[in-house]
């Protein structure tokens, strides 16, 4: 049904759409290739929320000599109104004869409707192609569209024998540099990372993005059941206060509550009393607010809960060859664990990488835990 140049034409505009890591959301990430006698007439993809699509992009850019090229695009145009107008009406304009498309959009507004349309103005649409890669590079998005909810990365820096700090709390550095700069480009593709008040408290970190060629910082949302966050933290310097969100209990005092809004923090009541901040009722909230993606970066009592409470959709584990030891020294996965290894927790879909002396492990959670 494919040739190899719809594959090759597919893959260019599949690194198009990943130029947009970090940059779309609540969009997904989507490029696009305008194709005609083999050669390609021009190409765009969409580069943040509210800005032309990847379709209008590379249609714009063709001007009249789209007239009977074929389309590869990342997902199935929009038909919709909803920040710009819909792709397919421009689609149709430009007198495009085939449209390649790897997979539908989830969308309940376009699901169908945009092939459907194309279609109906006599455009040879074909769907398939590079369907997997085009899901995974747009997972975040596919989630939040159909749940509400963010996507869960859990990343995490442990020893051979799975601890992430010794039993005095240090944690500096478990991973080398090259894991560390691996973080720091991790940063600029989600939208927000999740740090527990211990992190904070034992390592005041800036929580941002350090790139040579720059980048963007994510929201910082800080699990805070009781709002004890020290007001001189890092977190606050050079004006992010706007961009720190702080997770509370439904029993955090009322006076730290002002203290943190008084500083410009976003203050958001996630679920239990007892000074308890429960994820599941955090990610609901954050959704509420378009966020489509988040990181957890630790420590111990966040990790746990995430694992327990099943909210982890994919795992980054930088493993350093070191031995840490100590019985009290804080772990990946603490609490009680399970009782039998048939009930762990187990990772597919695996990926592996060597990072100089570190092996980084990625891996989805099992099928049968997924919802």
Avoid at 10 to 22: F, H, N, T, V
Wanted: hydrophobic share 40%.
């Amino acid at each position: 049904m494919f040739s190899p140049d719809d594959e090759l034409f597919m893959r260019r505009a599949l690194s198009l759409a990943a130029k947009g890591y970090g940059r779309t959301s609540p969009n997904p990430m989507v490029g696009a290739v305008v194709m005609r006698d083999g050669c390609i007439i021009s190409e765009g993809y969409h580069a943040r929320a509210g800005e032309p699509h990847a379709e209008v992009m590379a249609l714009e850019s063709a001007a009249g000599a789209a007239n009977d090229a074929d389309l590869y695009v990342t997902l199935e145009p929009c038909c919709h109104h909803g920040r710009t107008p819909p792709c397919t009406d421009r689609i149709i304009q430009a007198g495009i004869r085939r449209v390649v498309i790897p997979t539908l959009d989830p969308n309940p507004l376009v699901s169908g409707r945009g092939a459907q349309m194309l279609r109906a103005a006599g455009i040879i649409v074909e769907l398939g192609l590079l369907s997997e890669e085009a899901a995974s590079l747009n997972e975040a998005f596919v989630k939040f569209i159909k749940r509400r909810i963010p996507f869960v990365l859990l990343k995490a820096a442990i020893s051979l024998d799975g601890k992430i700090a010794t039993r005095t709390g240090d944690a500096r550095w478990i991973s080398g540099e090259r894991s560390r700069e691996h973080v720091h480009a991790m940063r600029d593709q989600v939208d927000a990372i999740i740090v527990g008040i211990g992190t904070v408290r034992r390592d005041n970190p800036r929580l941002t993005t350090r790139l040579q060629e720059g980048g963007r910082d994510p929201i910082r949302v800080i699990v805070d059941g009781l709002g004890t966050l020290p007001l001189d933290a890092q977190v606050f310097q050079a004006g992010a206060a706007s961009r720190t969100w702080v997770a509370v209990a439904s029993d955090a005092p009322a006076e730290r509550i002002r203290a943190l809004l008084r500083r410009g923090l976003t203050v958001l009541e996630a679920g239990d009393s007892h000074g308890r901040v429960r994820l599941t009722h955090l990610l609901k909230l954050l959704g509420e607010r378009e966020v489509t993606s988040v990181m957890i970066e630790g420590g111990e009592g966040i990790f746990t809960s995430a694992i327990e409470e099943e909210i982890v959709d994919k795992f980054r584990l930088f493993v350093a060859p070191l031995l840490v030891g100590g019985k009290t020294a804080p772990s990946l996965f603490g609490g009680a664990g399970v009782e039998e290894i048939s009930h762990a927790f187990r990772l597919h879909r695996l990926r592996m990488e060597q990072l100089e002396d570190d092996l980084l492990i990625e891996g989805y959670r099992s099928r049968h835990e997924e919802t």
